[in-house]
C-alpha cells in the first residue's frame, strides 16, 4: 500500500510518506527538497579573490554587494540585514555592541557617522589602534556605569517580531553567526578575551602570533569541524559564519602571502563542501559581509561585499538585503 503522509509544521507541508501520486504533490515534495548551504566569510574582499582567482569561492556566478545603504560598515548591522532582508533601521542591531546608556549611544553613531562621511574613519581606525587613551577611555566609561549593551542575539529579532532566514524552515541551523547567536555563546566569547586580544595584537609581533594562533587558525579549525558535523544532521537552511577572514585582513593586509594562505583555506573549504553536499537541489551561497582595503601595513573594511552561488541567481551588483528573497524563493516560498 502506497500511502502519502502530509504534516504541517510552521513552515508549510512536509512530505513524509513513500509514493506521490499526483503533479501537486511531486510540485511540493521538489520544493521541500531544496536546500540552501551559506558559507560567511566575514571581510572577505571581492577584489583579492579575483586577484588571486580562486574558482571554487568564485562559483558559476558570483559579484560586488552593494553596501551602500549602510552608513557605517559594521560587521553586526550588515550581517543582520542579511539575515533579516531589512535596513538597519528596521531590524535595530545598532553599531558595534551599542550602549545601554541612549545618550551614549547617540553620541557613539553620530560619530561613527560623521567620521564616515568626512573620510576620516579610516584615521580614526589607525588612531584607535595605536592610542592607548582610547583604550582607557573607553574603561573609565565603563566605571562610571556606560557599559556597552552586551547581548544582541536571536532573543532581539524575537522580542521585536522580526523573520530572519533561520525562520523559513523548521530545520535551519546557524553557526556563530554574529547578532544571531544564544546569550551562553556569547557570553563564551566574551570570557574568552578575544576582543582583548584582537586589539592588543596591533600593538607588538609577539602578540599578533599569538591572536594568530589562538583565535585566526584554531578557530577556522573549530568553525570548520563545526560546519562538517552540522552537514551530517537534517537541515535545509545552514548558515556557517568565519570570522578569521576578517581577523587575517585586519592585521596581515600589507602581507601577501599571509593574506593568500588565509584566501586559499576559504577556496579549499568550499571545494570540501561541495563534496559533502547535493548540488542538485542545494543553492551554495557564500557571502561576505564586507571587504578589505589597506590602511597602512593594516586592513580596513572596504565599502562592497563579495557574494557568490553555485547557480546561475541572474543577480546584477544586489544589495545585502537582497539575499532573504533570493534564499526564501529557492527554498519554495513568495
Ligand atoms: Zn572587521
Not at 601577501?256 to 543553492?283: C, F, P, Q, S
Amino acid at each position: 500500500m502506497n500511502k502519502t503522509r502530509v504534516s504541517t509544521t510552521n513552515s508549510g507541508v512536509r512530505i513524509l510518506g513513500s509514493q506521490i501520486k499526483t503533479d501537486v504533490n511531486s510540485e511540493i515534495s521538489q520544493k521541500h527538497s531544496k536546500k540552501v548551504l551559506i558559507i560567511g566569510l566575514d571581510g572577505l574582499e571581492y577584489n583579492l579573490v579575483e586577484k588571486f582567482d580562486l574558482k571554487n569561492l568564485k562559483q558559476i556566478e558570483h559579484g560586488k554587494v552593494d553596501l551602500s545603504k549602510f552608513s557605517v560598515l559594521s560587521t553586526p548591522v550588515i550581517w543582520a540585514s542579511f539575515i533579516t532582508g531589512l535596513p538597519p533601521e528596521k531590524h535595530g542591531v545598532k553599531v558595534g555592541r551599542g550602549w545601554k546608556n541612549p545618550f551614549i549611544h547617540f553620541l557613539y553613531e553620530k560619530l561613527a557617522l560623521l567620521s564616515h562621511n568626512i573620510g576620516l574613519h579610516k584615521t580614526a581606525a589607525r588612531i584607535y589602534s595605536k592610542m592607548v587613551f582610547i583604550k582607557q577611555g573607553r574603561k573609565t566609561l565603563e566605571i562610571f556605569g556606560f557599559r556597552p549593551d552586551l547581548y544582541h542575539g536571536k532573543d532581539h529579532y524575537r522580542k521585536n517580531g522580526i523573520k530572519t532566514i533561520f525562520d523559513l524552515v523548521d530545520n535551519s541551523i546557524s553557526l556563530h553567526v554574529p547578532t544571531y547567536c544564544t546569550q551562553e555563546e556569547f557570553m563564551e566569547k566574551l570570557r574568552s578575551g578575544e576582543g582583548k586580544a584582537f586589539r592588543d595584537a596591533f600593538d607588538s609581533p609577539h602578540s599578533r602570533r599569538v591572536f594568530e594562533e589562538k583565535f585566526i587558525w584554531e578557530e577556522f579549525r573549530r568553525d570548520r569541524r563545526d560546519c562538517i558535523t552540522a552537514l551530517g544532521s537534517d537541515w535545509r537552511l545552514l548558515l556557517a559564519y568565519f570570522e578569521y577572514t576578517d581577523y587575517i585582513g585586519h592585521l596581515f593586509w600589507g602581507n601577501l602571502t599571509k593574506m593568500w594562505e588565509g584566501y586559499a583555506m576559504a577556496d579549499k573549504l568550499v571545494a570540501e563542501l561541495k563534496h559533502r553536499i547535493n548540488e542538485d537541489d542545494t543553492l551554495l551561497l557564500v557571502i561576505s559581509d564586507h571587504g578589505m582595503e589597506a590602511l597602512g601595513k593594516y586592513g580596513f573594511h572596504s565599502d562592497h561585499a563579495f557574494y557568490s552561488a553555485n547557480k546561475r541567481l541572474g543577480l546584477t551588483n544586489p544589495k545585502m538585503t537582497d539575499f532573504f528573497r533570493t534564499i526564501s524563493e529557492w527554498l519554495g516560498y513568495e
